[in-house]
C-alpha cells in the first residue's frame, strides 16, 4: 500500500507537538498540575484550529477574485455563507494571533477583543461571556484568568500564536489533536476507560469499512460515532474514506458526553460540510433516532460504570437495549445501541476490550447479549488486534465488524482473525503505546477478511461453534449396588407415600393415638426435623404391616413386610409434612420416602446441533452427553445456552518440547554447572 500525500502532511504536521509542549513545561513551571493540562491545553488548541481554518477560507475567497479591501461587505458574505464561523478581528481587521502577541504593551486589550470577536455560537463553545449558569464548555474565560494571575498568560499566547495550521488539510489538523490528546490521557486522571484511537488504527478500520460498504462511490455515506470524543476516529475514517476510497459526499454524526471534547469535535465539524455532533447522553438521549446509518465506528469506554443512569436505561422503551449487562461495564449497551442505529445494509466496526467476548456466564446478561447479536447473525468478524497498541492501556483489543446484509455464502459464519503477531515496535513508545500496524500488516487482515476463507491468520466457523448449553443437574445418591429408591419404590421418581401407624427412633416411638388414630404433633415434627440419621436408626411403621428403616452404615432404606421379608429399596430419605386437623384440631404428620439427592450442578455439556430450521433444542445431544460424563443417576433441571468467545482456544498453538534424550542431556548438562558452581 502506497504512503499517501495525507499520511506525508501528517507527519510533517507532527513538528508543532514540541512547541504545545513547551507550553506544558510554561504551566509547569508556574505550579499548575499536570493533571490539569487538559483543562489549559484544548481551548487554545482550539483557538489556533479556528484562526489558521479562517485564514484558509480568506486565502480561498481571494484567490477566487473577492476582495476584502475594495468590497468588503461582499467579501463578508461570501465569507458568512462558508459557514465556519467567524471572527471580526480576523477578517474585518486582518489580524492574528501572532500580530496580537507582536505587541506587549496592547497585548491584553488586542487578546479580550480577538477573543470577544468570534460569534455567539463559537464562543459559547470556547466558553466565553459564558453566565454562571450556562456551560463552560472549553471555558476559554477561566483558563485566561488563571493564567494572567500566574503572569503568564502572554508567554502562553506567544507559543501558541507560533503554530500555523493554515497549510494543513482536515486530517493532518486533527491527527496533531489527537498526538496532543493522546499526550493528555497518558496524564490525566480523569481518562479512567477512555482510549483515544491511535492513527493506525484508524487506517485500519477505514481499509475495512471501504473494502465492506455497499454505498455507491457517488453517494452519500452517512458516518456516526456514538462515541466519538473529540471526533478522531469519525472524521479520521471520513478523511480516508475520500482520499484512499474516492467518496466525495460524506455526512458525519457524532455524540459525545464529555463538555469539552464535545466543543472540540463541534468545532471541528464546522469545517466539514454536512457534519452534525450532539452533546449529550448517547444512550439515555438518543440523539438520531429513526435515523439509519451506513456505516458506524466507536471506540467506548471500557469498563465504564453506567449506574448513575441505570434507571433511565432500565426505563427505555425505545427498543435499542434488549439485554441489560452488568452495571461496572456499558460496552455492550453501546453494542446494542450501534446496531439499532445500523441500516439494513450497513457496517459496523466497533473497538472493544476483551471482555465483550466473554464475560458473564450463560443467561447473564453479557451473555444474552451476544446470544441475541449471534441470533440475529449480524457478527461477520470479530479482530483481535496486538497489545501494546493504545496510548494508555497495554491490553488486547478487539474489532467487532457487525453486518446487517452478510451474502448468503457468509451467513450463519463468523470469522476470528489473529492479527495479533502483526505489528511493529515504534522507534519510541507513546505512554504505553509501543507497537504499530504498518499498511502490510492492515493489508494481510483486510485481505483476511474479503477472502473470508481459512488462512495463515484467520478461521472461519459455524456461528453455532460459539454457542453452548450450561444444563443444570441433581444429582442422587446410590448404594454401593447402584440402587436408589426411585428405581424401586418411588414410581416415576415420585415420593411414595406411607400411611403412617408409627414413627419410631431406636426404642422410642414419638406417636401418639386418639381412639385407633396415630397422631403426631408439632412436637414430634420438630424432632423429625433435628433427627440426625448417623444417630439410632429410624423406624416408620405403616398400618399396611409394611416397616421401612433407615440403615446409616449403607445409606439406604430397608423395607421389612408382614412375614419378615427384608428388602433393600436402595438410596433414599424420608420426608414429613405438618398439616393441620380442622376436625380434630391436632396436626397430622405425612411421611413420604424420596430419593437422596446429594447436589445440584451446572454442566456445560456440549454445542448445540441446530436443525435445518436453525432451533437448537438439542434434547439428545444433551441426553447423551450426560450419560457419557454423569456415572450417578440425575435429574434435568432448567438448561440455558450462552454465547461465548475465547480467542486464545481458537488459536492455540502448543510448545513443541523437545525428545527425552535431549531433556536429560540438558539436565546433566546443568548437574555439571552446579557441581562446577560448588566447587
Excluded at 493522546?182 to 480523569?190: F, K, L, P, T
Excluded at 424432632?527 to 440426625?532: E, F, I, N, P, R
Aim: glycine content about 6%; overall charge negative; proline content about 3%.
Amino acid at each position: 500500500m502506497e504512503t499517501t500525500t495525507t499520511e506525508n502532511s501528517q507527519r510533517d504536521i507532527l513538528q508543532y507537538e514540541s512547541q504545545i509542549w513547551a507550553v506544558a513545561d510554561l504551566m509547569r513551571g508556574a505550579g499548575i498540575k499536570d493533571s490539569k493540562f487538559p483543562d489549559f491545553m484544548m481551548p487554545f488548541f482550539a483557538l489556533v484550529m479556528l484562526e489558521s481554518r479562517m485564514l484558509n477560507v480568506i486565502k480561498k475567497l481571494q484567490k477566487d477574485g473577492f476582495d476584502r479591501e475594495a468590497d468588503f461587505e461582499n467579501f463578508k458574505g461570501q465569507f458568512l455563507d462558508e459557514d465556519c464561523g467567524y471572527n471580526e478581528y480576523i477578517v474585518e481587521q486582518g489580524k492574528t494571533l501572532s500580530d496580537i502577541c507582536s505587541n506587549d504593551k496592547t497585548f491584553e486589550q488586542d487578546f479580550e477583543n480577538y477573543r470577544r470577536g468570534f460569534d455567539e455560537k463559537l464562543k459559547e463553545l470556547l466558553g466565553i461571556d459564558r453566565g454562571t449558569e450556562q456551560k463552560k464548555y472549553l471555558n476559554m474565560d477561566g483558563i485566561v484568568a488563571e493564567l494572567r494571575a500566574k503572569k503568564i498568560l502572554m508567554q502562553t499566547m506567544t507559543i501558541w500564536a507560533g503554530i500555523d495550521l493554515s497549510g494543513f488539510d482536515n486530517s493532518a489538523i486533527t491527527t496533531l489533536e489527537e498526538h496532543i490528546k493522546r499526550r493528555w490521557a497518558d496524564i490525566s486522571a480523569e481518562t479512567a476507560g477512555e482510549q483515544y484511537t491511535p492513527d493506525d488504527i484508524i487506517s485500519l478500520i477505514a481499509e475495512i469499512v471501504a473494502a465492506k460498504i455497499q454505498v455507491p462511490v457517488c453517494n452519500y455515506v452517512h458516518l456516526y460515532d456514538p462515541t466519538c470524543g473529540g471526533a478522531n476516529l469519525l472524521f479520521g475514517v471520513a478523511d480516508r474514506l475520500v482520499s484512499n476510497a474516492g467518496y466525495k459526499r460524506i455526512a458525519t454524526y457524532g455524540s459525545e458526553i464529555n463538555d469539552a471534547l464535545y466543543a472540540l469535535s463541534a468545532i471541528e465539524s464546522r469545517f466539514r460540510g454536512k457534519s452534525t455532533i450532539h452533546c449529550g447522553n448517547t444512550l439515555t438521549d438518543y440523539p438520531f433516532r429513526n435515523r439509519p446509518f451506513d456505516v458506524i465506528v466507536a471506540n467506548p469506554p471500557y469498563g465504564v460504570n453506567w449506574k448513575g443512569y441505570e434507571k433511565e436505561i432500565r426505563a427505555d422503551q425505545t427498543g435499542q437495549f434488549n439485554y441489560y449487562p452488568s452495571v461496572s461495564d456499558g460496552q455492550l449497551l453501546f453494542m446494542q445501541h450501534i446496531l439499532a442505529q445500523l441500516g439494513e445494509n450497513g457496517i459496523a466496526v466497533e473497538v472493544h476490550n476483551g471482555s465483550t467476548l466473554f464475560s458473564g456466564d450463560a443467561g447473564s446478561g453479557e451473555s444474552n447479549i451476544r446470544k441475541y447479536i449471534f441470533d440475529q447473525d449480524w457478527v461477520e468478524a470479530i479482530i483481535q488486534m496486538p497489545s501494546d497498541e493504545f496510548f494508555n492501556t497495554g491490553i488486547y483489543t478487539y474489532l467487532w465488524i457487525m453486518n446487517k446484509n452478510k451474502p448468503a455464502e457468509r451467513r450463519n459464519k463468523v470469522m476470528l482473525i489473529n492479527g495479533s503477531n502483526g505489528w511493529q515496535l515504534l522507534k519510541k513508545s507513546k505512554g504505553s503505546k509501543r507497537r504499530e500496524m504498518n499498511a502490510e500488516h492492515r493489508q494481510k487482515i483486510v485481505d483476511a477478511l474479503v477472502n473470508f476463507q481459512d488462512c495463515e491468520i484467520g478461521k472461519v466457523f459455524p456461528k453455532w461453534h460459539f454457542y453452548y448449553n450450561k444444563q443444570n443437574i441433581t444429582l442422587t445418591d446410590v448404594n454401593a449396588d447402584g440402587e436408589w429408591v426411585a428405581h424401586t419404590i418411588c414410581n416415576d421418581s415420585k415420593p411414595h407415600k406411607l400411611t403412617l401407624q408409627e414413627i419410631r427412633i431406636g426404642e422410642q416411638n414419638l406417636t401418639k393415638f386418639v381412639g385407633v388414630k396415630a397422631e403426631c404433633g408439632k412436637e414430634t415434627f420438630d424432632t423429625l426435623k433435628a433427627y440426625d440419621y448417623k444417630e439410632e436408626p429410624m423406624t416408620i411403621i405403616c398400618t399396611d404391616g409394611k416397616s421401612y428403616t433407615f440403615d446409616a452404615k449403607r445409606n439406604t432404606i430397608l423395607e421389612t413386610t408382614s412375614d419378615g421379608t427384608v428388602r433393600d429399596l436402595g438410596c433414599g430419605k424420608f420426608t414429613f409434612k405438618l398439616s393441620n386437623s380442622a376436625k380434630t384440631q391436632l396436626s397430622t404428620i405425612q411421611c413420604n420416602i424420596e430419593p437422596a439427592f446429594s447436589s445440584d450442578y451446572e454442566i456445560v455439556p456440549c454445542q448445540p446441533n441446530p436443525d435445518t430450521h436453525g432451533r437448537i433444542e438439542n434434547e439428545a445431544a444433551i441426553d447423551a452427553f450426560l450419560k457419557r460424563y454423569i456415572f450417578k443417576p440425575y435429574y434435568k433441571r432448567d438448561n440455558v445456552i450462552g454465547v461465548e468467545l475465547n480467542f486464545n482456544k481458537e488459536f492455540y498453538v502448543p510448545e513443541e518440547i523437545g525428545s527425552v534424550e535431549d531433556i536429560l542431556a540438558e539436565i546433566r548438562e546443568l548437574d555439571k554447572e552446579l557441581k562446577e558452581i560448588e566447587i
